[in-house]
């Protein structure tokens, strides 16, 4: 018997047993298992970088077609990077020894900063790979009016 116990109840049955803290939580069935609709939001990895131009987003989406995935900026300055991966077809006489790709629906979400044009952003999608740029704008120095000293 494991001496980690189960903090929403009963231990685990087995000595070898990966104890998974997220195991009885309601929203996912366990951050060990078979990857679902959970895991896909989580395994959609994405850089952002900054350049003296521009944010530019690089995300991860192999397998994934241009058409499957949408690019928004919502409510101002929120980019959102969403889509759906397609389910692989089974076959009836298929025999799955190891399901680790991720299907389902995705979407991450990121606040810009004030210095965007978010009317001016691109996206790009090349093997696999999804950029984003979202050009800055140029950042106006304040005008300051130098002032006399009398006396």
């Known amino acids: 018997m494991s001496l980690i116990p189960s903090f929403f109840g009963g231990r685990r049955n087995n000595t070898f047993d990966l104890w998974d803290p997220f195991q009885d939580f309601p929203f996912t069935s366990g951050a060990l298992s078979v990857p ?3 895991a896909s939001f989580a395994s959609t990895r994405i ?5 003296p131009e521009a944010h530019v987003f690089k995300a991860d989406l192999p397998g994934v077609k241009k058409e499957e995935v949408k690019v928004e900026v919502e409510e101002g300055r929120i980019l959102q990077i969403s889509g759906d991966r397609s ?3 089974e076959e009836k006489n298929d025999k799955w020894h190891r399901v680790e790709r991720s299907s389902g629906k995705f979407m991450r979400r990121f606040r810009l900063p004030e210095n965007v ?3 001016e952003v691109k996206a ?3 093997n696999g790979v999804l950029t984003v740029t979202v050009p800055k704008a140029e950042v106006q120095k304040p ?3 130098a002032i006399d000293i009398s006396g």
């Open 36 to 38: 679902g609709e959970t």
């Open 47 to 51: 850089d952002w970088k900054e350049t």
């Open 87 to 89: 389910v692989e077809k």
């Open 117 to 119: 044009k978010v009317d």
């Open 124 to 126: 790009a999608m090349e």
């Open 143 to 145: 005008d300051v009016k």
